[in-house]
T-cell receptor, first 115, second 116 residues
């Protein structure tokens, strides 16, 4: 079965610093990979996704992620953190095996921005 | 704006008392999903509808049912809520199945269920 591991349930960075949120997946077929953001008491919003093609994917709010097949990783980065980036971030994978059409999510990483 | 709407945002029910959560969408999407998200955990897919076709996840308890009377609405029924069912319930939609071209899922704001 596919799975997602997000390293670090909490990540704290200073405003203006680099944001790096780690995601590793397991899938026996080429995966489709997603990053979602969840603000308090809100639903999930898609930041970016990887399907095929270019391995560096740019998303909204200045975020980007790089698919590295050899490392089975899809880490999320942003060059300069902003206070408004404080939220929960979920990495997710879909490979459709078994007819499942939903996403398998990681446990999430809570991003804290220090002023 | 086209969107996914969930009502109510907060729902309190009593142990064993049936409860229904609702979701509506103005996106005219074919697929609607229900996820359960417990505190500090990842969302977990319960089931989804592809048009009128119902697809249940293997480990979704029988206590959870769903109805989709038309394209726009989908309901989550919990027949006999237990304390362990307290969670955020997220509704999502996608234009087509994720298998077909990796459609984006659009999420509603969620309904937080409290079981007393």
């Amino acid at each position: 079965a596919q799975s997602v591991t997000q390293l670090g349930s909490h990540v704290s960075v200073s405003e203006g610093a680099l944001v790096l949120l780690r995601c590793n997946y397991s899938s026996s077929v080429p995966p489709y990979l997603f990053w979602y953001v969840q603000y308090p008491n809100q639903g999930l919003q898609l930041l970016l996704k990887y399907t095929t093609g270019a391995t560096l994917v740019k998303g909204i709010n200045g975020f980007e992620a790089e698919f590295k097949k050899s490392e089975t990783s899809f880490h999320l980065t942003k060059p300069s953190a902003h206070m408004s980036d404080a939220a929960e971030y979920f990495c997710a994978v879909s490979d459709g095996r078994g007819g499942a059409d939903g996403l398998t999510f990681g446990k999430g990483t809570h991003l804290i921005i220090q002023p | 704006d086209a969107m996914v709407i969930q009502n109510p945002r907060y729902q309190v029910t009593q142990f064993g008392k049936p409860v229904t959560l609702s979701c509506s969408q103005t996106l005219n999407h074919n697929v609607m999903y229900w996820y359960q998200q417990k505190s500090s955990q990842a969302p977990k897919l319960l089931f989804h509808y592809y048009d009128k076709d119902f697809n249940n996840e293997a480990d979704t308890p029988d206590n959870f049912q769903s109805r989709r009377p038309n394209t726009s609405f989908c309901f989550l029924d919990i027949r006999s809520p237990g304390l362990g069912d307290a969670a955020m319930y997220l509704c999502a939609t996608s234009r087509d199945r994720l298998l077909a071209g990796v459609e984006t899922q659009y999420f509603g704001p969620g309904t937080r269920l409290l079981v007393l």
